[in-house]
């Protein structure tokens, strides 16, 4: 072989490499295009044919050419169209391409082609086309057995044009309410405050026929009338216990009880026991108390009414000694002059023409009201109702007797805490009329979620219907 020979094999392996080189160039380009098959290269060695002439030294040379079907399956993606396909294995989409167009729908040849290209999407007239515009075949499957109806590939049409127009029957409608509802009234410490509240509104709209103009109150949270205790801290005495044995409390000490308006007081005496104690602070004309023994052996003082407040003194550290020392010396009843309403004060409760005032103290005038039970016999008697009352937690129920009567509440009580005390909300009502009128529109605003709420719950927690009528 001559140089000239050796040049030309070189070059010929160089371009065959080259040629690779550009496959290879060409995968890596393509590497992202659907359904593309990658393109493989051969290598062919060209053996020297000298003519027949064994003594001429001729150069062989190498071939390169493309391999473009192999059986190697690609990457498949998950996509959320959901007309895109994929072959697994070595299977292949029958297509065809249209060959023209007539009357803007393709024409076809007839001619099946074969492609893994799958991103197929229906176009408007309803053929599966891919993205390299080949329109997809396939068999058809009877909708009833289905089962294959034949078994050659035909194009596939599917019906998208638009359903005719039919009459809605029937709505089901669902909507998913807060589970609390932020209205301008709501408190998280007042119980059902973010709704409707029938018993806030002046004209009682209930869905229910007419009845009496009612003022239903709730949220009171006032505590039970209670009597004054107070109860030594000295434990383990019993009614024989001399006095003088118990540590401190010495000969000529006292010990003074007292209901704010009568005292009484006892002077230790050699010999006394916790018995003779008790007696006096129990003998008749004494304060208005009763002194025991409770279960753990302390000196227990509790008042015999709602009103007195009981105070433990003495000379001597006598009453510290048996447990009443600074800080436990004075006990007060629960009433309502101690939980917001003052001496003097009136509630006037108008009825129709009826007019009731009900005046809170407890100046020794039995016509002043100063605990719920005094308050309950005040709204059992209110002249013009029927069925008022109070609850154990203050809040008042005030009923017309007519239906033909409104209720109208004032007085001096309005001042400071106001009704809101025994749960009053709204200082007049009328009889139901199952509407709100133009007098309630701040109360509905502020208890609903931009006054669209049509919802409420009476002071019994059931639902009630309130139709809306604007003036």
Do not use: C
């Amino acid at each position: 072989m001559g140089i000239f020979g050796a040049l030309t094999t070189a070059v010929t392996g160089m371009r065959a490499q080259s040629y690779a080189l550009e496959n290879i160039s060409g995968n890596i380009a393509n590497s992202q295009t659907t359904a593309y098959k990658r393109v493989d290269t051969t290598f062919q060695d060209m053996i020297a044919d000298p003519d027949g002439l064994p003594s001429k030294q001729i150069s062989g040379s190498v071939s390169a050419s493309s391999r473009s079907t192999n059986t190697i399956q690609g990457d498949i993606q998950a996509v959320s169209i959901g007309t895109f396909m994929a072959v697994t294995g070595q299977g292949f989409f029958v297509v065809q391409k249209p060959s023209g167009f007539s009357d803007n729908q393709p024409t076809f040849d007839g001619i099946e082609l074969y492609t893994r290209r799958g991103d197929f999407q229906p176009n408007k007239d309803g053929y599966l086309v891919n993205g390299a515009g080949y329109y997809l075949m396939g068999i058809p499957v009877d909708p009833t057995t289905g089962n294959l109806v034949g078994s050659v590939p035909q194009l596939l049409q599917f019906d998208n044009g638009f359903l005719p127009a039919q009459a809605t029957t029937q709505l089901e409608y669902k909507t998913n309410l807060a589970s609390y509802p932020h209205t301008p009234q709501h408190d998280v410490n007042v119980p059902r405050s973010e709704l409707l509240t029938a018993a806030d509104f002046i004209a009682n709209p209930l869905a229910i026929p007419p009845q009496a103009a009612r003022i239903i109150g709730y949220g009171a949270n006032l505590n039970p009338d209670a009597q004054a205790l107070g109860t030594g801290t000295v434990a383990g005495l019993v009614g024989g216990t001399v006095l003088t044995t118990i540590p401190g409390l010495a000969i000529g000490d006292t010990i003074t009880v007292s209901d704010g308006v009568a005292n009484h007081t006892h002077i230790v005496a050699g010999g006394q026991t916790v018995t003779d104690l008790l007696n006096t602070l129990n003998t008749v004309g004494a304060p208005a108390v009763t002194a025991s023994l409770d279960g753990s052996g302390r000196i227990q003082i509790v008042s015999t009414n709602y009103l007195d407040t009981i105070t433990m003194s003495g000379l001597g550290g006598g009453a510290a000694d048996i447990g009443f020392a600074p800080g436990n010396t004075t006990f007060q009843p629960t009433n309502l002059l101690m939980q917001g309403v003052s001496q003097g004060q009136t509630l006037i409760v108008t009825i129709g023409a009826a007019v009731n005032t009900i005046t809170f103290g407890n100046a020794g005038m039995p016509a002043q009201v100063a605990t719920l039970a005094d308050l309950q016999v005040k709204l059992a008697a209110l002249a013009g109702g029927a069925g008022s009352s109070v609850d154990v937690d203050g809040n008042v129920t005030i009923i017309a007797a007519s239906i033909a009567d409104n209720i109208t509440l004032s007085g001096t009580l309005s001042v400071g805490n106001g009704p809101k005390i025994f749960g009053i909300q709204t200082l007049s009502a009328m009889p139901s009329s199952q509407t709100v009128i133009a007098n309630d529109v701040t109360t509905f605003l502020n208890q609903s979620i931009g006054g669209g709420a049509v919802t409420a719950y009476d002071v019994s927690g059931a639902p009630v219907n309130i139709q809306m009528r604007w003036a």
